[in-house]
């Protein structure tokens, strides 16, 4: 029995709202497959199952997206550290452990990994992709991280360390977490929670003030 005209309007408005989704799950398998260079927007339509000027209706160019890709894999892990302090009334050692976590969680423990390596393999040909990363990942990232020292500092919670201007050094062991996970982790897996365990005590053993008898 064919649908009638309102279920078939029903079914064409769904399918347009879940063709962005779709164009970027094919997206993020070729240029992890293919490398940036090598993926033309013709190959993300093909994986995609549509004709490739179905693409630029929702993307202006591979740049375009490229961008949206590393925004769905890796922006809900940034907007969550970004807004871990909003309403936060736990210890600022509570609210770095949650942050540091949820890299660990949403972006090591997927397949962010894979554009990351993209990006120190290519970054140097394509710097515009290199200065979209840093501005909408490691920007943000580090500012929120920074806001939350500085609130341990002031809550007296944690030494002022020289450290604590330079939050790359606090992130130093998730990087390499993503890079053996993506270089080693077929062959020598990683405990990944028994990591960032061992990551959050020499965080706690370095920051904590110590304490008066």
Do not use: C
Not at 104 to 109: A, L, N, S, W
Not at 190 to 196: F, G, H, I, V
């Amino acid at each position: 029995m064919a649908p009638s005209p309102s279920s078939a309007r029903k079914l064409r408005r769904r399918n347009k709202e879940a063709r962005p989704a779709e164009l970027l799950e094919a997206a993020i398998e070729v240029f992890v497959e293919q490398g940036y260079a090598a993926t033309r927007v013709e190959d993300v339509a093909r994986r995609a199952g549509v004709a490739k000027g179905t693409v630029y209706v929702y993307f202006k160019d591979k740049e375009a997206l490229f961008q949206a890709a590393v925004r769905q894999l890796i922006g809900p892990a940034v907007e969550r550290v970004e807004h871990a302090m909003d309403g936060f009334t736990g210890s600022s050692e509570e609210l770095l452990r949650l942050q540091i976590g949820t890299f660990y969680r949403q972006v090591v423990g997927t397949r962010a990994p894979a554009l990351l390596r993209l990006l120190a393999a290519e970054g140097a040909r394509f710097p515009e992709l290199a200065r979209f990363y840093h501005r909408e990942v490691l920007t943000r990232g580090m500012a929120a991280l920074s806001r939350t020292l500085a609130r341990g500092v002031a809550r007296n919670e944690f030494r002022d360390l020289a450290a604590l201007r330079h939050p790359q050094i606090l992130m130093g062991p998730v990087l390499a977490a993503a890079l053996w996970t993506l270089l080693l982790g077929k062959s020598h897996p990683l405990d990944l929670a028994a990591y960032e365990a061992a990551h959050l005590e020499l965080l706690r053993a370095a920051l904590a003030r110590q304490r008066t008898p």
